[in-house]
T-cell receptor
Framework: AQRVTQPEKLLSVFKGAPVELKCNYS??????LFWYVQYSRQRLQLLLR??SRESIKGFTADLNKGETSFHLKKPFAQEEDSAMYYC??????????FGTGTRLQVFP | DAGVIQSPRHEVTEMGQEVTLRCKPI?????LFWYRQTMMRGLELLIY????????DSGMPEDRFSAKMPNASFSTLKIQPSEPRDSAVYFC????????????FGPGTRLTVL
């Protein structure tokens, strides 16, 4: 079965603390994974994709096929990182399956 | 470019009424997606179209839901009759077939069924 699991609905940290938003997937094919973010009063938008191996706004995510994970990490959280984060798995040319999302709260 | 446009932004209706949500994708995009967002289930894909043709409607919850894309610049999602459990935020998104899966989302329609 194709599935994306984000075990935490809410993650609260203080500014400057490290952040790790967990994402696990289940997929029999070669996975392509993404992180989307929704800031308050803004549209859901792409944050990063694993294939690009990029760091966006200080966030990185490494695909671990052995653990079927694609955790999103940032060494020092900022208040402006507070948002809803969705992990997504591409299962067809256009089709994405999203996790249930994790709300990140960064306190000053 | 205004991006993906959705209307209305908010809809409050009574149980049993018909609800129609509208979406205008980004010009030139070939694929259009309808999602439903709830606290419990997160973001669920309801249906998507390629070149105006429905490709996968396996996420449509039941026959009360229907979606159409009569042309490349317009799509509707209809719920008839609506029920309180349909209350959610409905998103429309689009991308180009060459978009490497980057989907561009609209602002969403917040639907409340009383």
């Amino acid at each position: 079965a194709q599935r994306v699991t984000q075990p935490e609905k809410l993650l609260s940290v203080f500014k400057g603390a490290p952040v790790e938003l967990k994402c696990n997937y289940s997929y029999s094919g070669s996975p392509e994974l993404f992180w989307y973010v929704q800031y308050s009063r803004q549209r859901l938008q792409l944050l990063l994709r694993h294939i690009s191996r990029e760091s966006i706004k200080g966030f990185t995510a490494d695909l671990n096929k052995g653990e079927t994970s694609f955790h999103l990490k940032k060494p020092f959280a900022q208040e402006e990182d507070s948002a809803m984060y969705y992990c997504a798995l591409s299962v067809a040319t256009d089709k994405l399956i999203f996790g249930t999302g994790t709300r990140l709260q960064v306190f000053p | 470019d205004a991006g993906v446009i959705q209307s209305p932004r908010h809809e409050v209706t009574e149980m049993g009424q018909e609800v129609t949500l509208r979406c205008k994708p980004i010009s030139g995009h070939n694929s259009l997606f309808w999602y439903r967002q709830t606290m419990m289930r997160g973001l669920e894909l309801l249906i998507y179209f390629n070149n105006n043709v429905p490709i996968d409607d396996s996420g449509m919850p039941e026959d009360r839901f229907s979606a159409k894309m009569p042309n490349a610049s317009f799509s509707t999602l209809k719920i008839q009759p609506s029920e309180p459990r349909d209350s959610a935020v409905y998103f429309c998104a689009s991308n180009s077939l060459a978009g490497l899966d980057t989907q561009y989302f609209g602002p969403g329609t917040r639907l409340t069924v009383l």
